[in-house]
């Protein structure tokens, strides 16, 4: 990636993704997890002041390891051991039902096939695990779709991969997940990088 994608967007990201407005979504999107946490997209931990008490380890994958120096100071403040397990959430090494709960924000817009992101997501949860996630993606207004389907392009090479017209909700229900909450907004302006999928989505139990 470069000096760019490995160096300095980590560190960018790192500050324009802790204000306040943004950890309290992280805090909602967090509550309710207990047990294994494999969270997709770990980045600088800004997640790991919300893993709620019952979390017991979180592994985590991502390829910026930047950010993994980023989110020491976390991990140190933090009793929840945090295990790196892989770079790539598109192939995890990891066994199949290893999780209770696999955690994402604002990661699928930038992993290059979010499918199998998701199918791997599915694989290693276990059967009425959850998947928690916030998301930014494709808005159904037209006139914002249609800019974010301009912009795109140009947003990738800028912002590390990241793509505004995706259908999260499509891409998580196509993987297998009943979805059981969705809240869709706007959260940033403008508009067509602001638009949200906030939710949790259950692997169903095993008939
Ligand atoms: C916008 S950042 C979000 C970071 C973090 N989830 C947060 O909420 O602060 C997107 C993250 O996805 C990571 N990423 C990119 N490609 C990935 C992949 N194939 N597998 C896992 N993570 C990936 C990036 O390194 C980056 O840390």
Known sequence: MG??????????????????????????????MTGVVLEIGFGSGLNVP??????????????ATVGQRLAATRIAAHAVPVEFVGTDAQALPVAGATADFVLS?????????????????????RPGGAF?????GLSPELRVARVQRRLTPLHRRVVGGCHLDRRIADLVAGAGFRVTRLENYYFH??????????GVAIKPDAA
Do not use: K, N, S
Not at 50 to 63: K, S
Not at 132 to 136: I, Y
């Open 132 to 136: 928690h996630f916030v998301e930014h």
């Open 3 to 32: 000096v760019y994608g490995d160096q300095v967007l980590p560190r960018a990201l790192d500050l324009w993704m802790r204000g306040a407005d943004v950890r309290q979504v992280r805090a909602r999107v967090a509550a309710g």
């Open 105 to 125: 924000t604002w990661t699928l817009c930038t992993i290059p096939d979010p499918g199998r992101a998701l199918a791997e997501a599915y694989r290693v949860l």
């Open 189 to 198: 302006r403008p508009r067509a990088m602001g638009y949200t999928y906030e």
């Open 50 to 63: 919300h893993y709620p008490a019952g979390v017991t380890r979180v592994l985590a994958v991502d390829p």
